[in-house]
């Protein structure tokens, strides 16, 4: 999964963690990612 947002944006931060705690949970089944928009 792949996320798209940026870090200065405050929704983005707030789902961080939870896309870090996603990540670990499904590890070996998906990978996810945060892609920052402004920076790439």
Not at 1 to 29: H, R, W, Y
Request: with cysteine; hydrophobic share 45%.
């Amino acid at each position: 999964m792949i996320d798209f947002g940026a870090d200065s944006c405050v929704p983005c931060k707030e789902m961080a963690p939870v896309l870090k705690k996603l990540n670990t949970e499904m590890q070996g089944k998906a990978i996810v990612k945060f892609v920052d928009v402004w920076k790439n």
